[in-house]
């Protein structure tokens, strides 16, 4: 089981990043997944979740209405679009599945600054 996040970056504050998670060693279209969030010194913060099918999702307050996470299931890939993005979205982002046990990636390094 894998998950390879990829897309982070540096951009300026109100700019955008389109990250992606490639998940391999399970049946991706029947588990929900997750784009959480770790900065230095705070607890792992969920930012979003999408069902089985894409039909449903939820966000944390502090992305509404600026990020969007969506899948390709033919493609074994979720995506989270961040737009509008603020210094306080830096920070390290992870994709996660919840297997039998919980499945992590290895993180995307995303810094929004000036």
Do not use: H
């Amino acid at each position: 089981v894998q998950l390879v996040e990829s897309g982070g970056g540096l951009v300026q504050p109100g700019g955008s990043l389109r990250l992606s998670c490639v998940a391999s060693g399970f049946s991706f279209s029947s588990y929900n997944m997750r784009w959480y969030r770790q900065v230095p010194g705070k607890e792992r913060e969920l930012v979003a979740v999408i069902s089985v099918g894409g039909s449903s999702t939820n966000y944390a307050d502090s992305v509404k209405g600026r990020f969007t996470i969506s899948r390709d299931n033919a493609k074994n890939t979720v995506y989270l679009q961040m737009d509008s993005l603020q210094p306080d979205d830096t920070g390290v982002y992870y994709c996660n599945v919840r297997l039998i046990a919980t499945v992590w990636g290895q993180g995307t390094q995303v810094t929004v600054s000036s």
